[in-house]
């Protein structure tokens, strides 16, 4: 069975379906770990309430290999998963698990990527720019924010009129639908 460790910076709403789609049946891996950087968010709730351990980093235990590798190790992990995770991966742990860390991106890559551009600063860019469409880009994870090759995208429209909110609801909903199956899908691929 693959192990996961999911990291996260905040909410945990991604962190939480995916620990509850790989709960629901046998579908050869489970979340074995959380990893937050931030000792007082509700995603350390919604592991626990999940039974699923959580260790919270700060940045210098985050940076240290010495820390991080056997900790992930321990919890035999195969793949890890950004989920709203804020800091850049070491080039250790890029090493260590190459092609084996992927995230999740609001928008349809590359366009609202990169330094600075995340959750709500990149649905108000969307919106500001008067796209039609926007979506997910789900990829491996590189040195380069948001620049590693890109595994899935879904996409939605935006209609004259929507929010920054209006969409956020809407690329939230791409999320729940669509990570947890291209997770598994990459498990497959792994357990072969």
Known sequence: MSKIAIF?????????????????????AEVALVVCN??????IGRAFRLGVPCVVVNRSVFNNPEVMLPMLDNAGVDLIVLAGFMLMIPDFML??????????????????????MYGHHVHEAVVA?????????IHYVSEVCDGGDIIYQATTNVH???????????VHTLEYIHFAPVIHDLVKKLNK
């Open 8 to 28: 996260a910076s905040g909410n945990g709403s991604n962190a939480e379906a995916i620990i509850k789609y790989f709960q629901a049946e046998d579908r050869g």
């Open 129 to 137: 720019a008067g796209e039609i469409e926007t979506g997910i880009t």
């Open 38 to 43: 931030h000792p007082d968010v509700a995603v």
């Open 160 to 170: 004259p009129g929507d929010t920054a909110e209006d969409v956020e609801a809407k």
């Open 95 to 116: 090493r260590a698990y190459d092609r084996r860390i992927i995230n999740i991106h609001p928008s349809l890559l590359p366009k609202y990527g990169g330094k600075g």
